[in-house]
């Protein structure tokens, strides 16, 4: 059975840095484009980051781009998302999904991060 | 990387049929047969409704049916049932492996 198990949420100061983990099984890992989508309290889906199958490939939303860093490890089954210079804005729950026939069937059940002083 | 154009919310009644638009461009919905649908239930995570703008994963009811003119895709739910008041996203691939999401539909079962 596939799962998705996301980890590292928390509160942290504006400013400060949070890695998100998700470890993935039930699946060959690395046959799959992983994303990152989060979803701010109240307010709608955001998609985030995704990795290629390899990781030689990855793309951010502009709102984070330049902050966030996504990276797997095929080996170890997870993926990852680095996040810097974290703002109130990037309050959210955060889900990390697998990609197949360009949408998202299985998710995490997500990891609330919140940015707050 | 602008949002998808939803209408914030639907409304109908039992048996009826609601359709929710999702507005984009020619560089994400008007470029690439890759819309889709989810369906969210508060507190719970993103369902998977649609994906290639009609095709319904195993499970999903054929209520629920996606189509796609233009720069623009929608979702039908016919025959409404009250659990289907949920709200609803619409997603497109816009280029390599990037994604937009729609802002979001609330559907209301009156």
């Known amino acids: 059975q596939v799962q998705l198990v996301e980890s590292g949420g928390g509160v942290v100061q504006p400013g400060g840095s949070l890695r998100l983990s998700c470890a993935a099984s039930?699946?060959?890992?690395?046959?799959?484009?992983m994303h990152w989508v989060r979803q701010a309290p109240g307010k709608g889906l955001e998609w985030v980051a995704v990795i290629s199958y390899a990781g030689s490939e990855r793309y951010y939303a502009d709102s984070v781009k330049g902050r966030f860093t996504i990276s797997r490890d095929n080996s170890k089954n997870t993926l990852d998302l680095q996040m810097n210079s974290l703002r109130a804005e990037d309050t959210a729950v955060y889900y990390c999904?697998?990609?197949?026939?360009?949408?998202?069937?299985?998710w995490g059940q997500g990891t609330l991060v919140t940015v707050s002083s | 990387q602008s949002a998808l154009t939803q209408p914030r919310s639907v409304s109908g009644s039992p048996g009826q049929s609601v359709t929710i638009s999702c507005t984009g461009t020619?560089?994400?919905?008007?470029?690439?047969?890759?819309v889709s649908w989810y369906q969210q239930h508060p507190g719970k995570v993103p369902k998977l409704l649609i994906y290639d703008v009609t095709k319904r994963p195993s499970g999903v009811p054929d209520r629920f049916s996606g189509s796609k003119s233009g720069n623009t895709a929608s979702l039908t739910i016919s025959g409404l049932q009250a659990a289907d008041e949920a709200d609803y996203y619409c997603c497109s691939n816009a280029g390599s492996y990037i994604y937009v999401f729609g802002t979001g539909t609330k559907v209301t079962v009156l």
């Open positions: 039930g699946f060959t890992f690395s046959d799959f484009v």
């Open positions: 999904a697998r990609e197949a026939s360009n949408s998202w069937y299985w």
């Open positions: 020619s560089s994400d919905v008007g470029g690439y047969n890759y």
